[in-house]
Each structure stands twice: as structure tokens, then as C-alpha cells.
């Protein structure tokens, strides 16, 4: 039964380091992005371009 008592408190030293860890991300300004929501609207409906090199292969040769 110690056994649990011992891992629970280890456990929870640990989830305090990573909210300390997360918080101090956040604070120092890693999450902010400005520039990708300005920039987001500009690539939103990107046309993909298809090879078009093998419909001319064959084109030429039926001709």
C-alpha cells in the first residue's frame, strides 16, 4: 500500500513540473503566432497542379 502512496506523489510532482513548464510557455509568448492567421487566408484554395507531362507523351505519340 505505500507503494501506491509513493507512485500517486511522484506522479503529482511531476504533473506540477509540467504545469509549471506550460505555464511559463505560455507566458513568454511561444504559442503566439502572428503571422500565420494573416497569411492564411491567401493560401487557402491552392489548385494542385497535375503532371502534365504524360498526356503529351501520348498525345505525340498518336499523332
Not at 510532482?13 to 504559442?31: C, H, L, N, P
Not at 491567401?42 to 498526356?55: A, C, R, W
Request: aromatic share 12%; charged share 25%.
Amino acid at each position: 500500500m505505500s507503494v501506491i502512496y509513493l507512485l500517486i506523489s511522484i506522479s503529482i510532482i511531476i504533473a506540477i513540473g509540467f504545469f509549471i513548464a506550460f505555464i511559463r510557455a505560455v507566458k513568454t509568448g511561444q504559442y503566439d503566432d502572428d503571422y500565420t492567421p494573416s497569411v492564411r487566408m491567401l493560401f487557402d484554395d491552392e489548385l494542385k497542379v497535375e503532371n502534365p507531362k504524360p498526356k503529351q507523351i501520348t498525345e505525340e505519340k498518336q499523332n
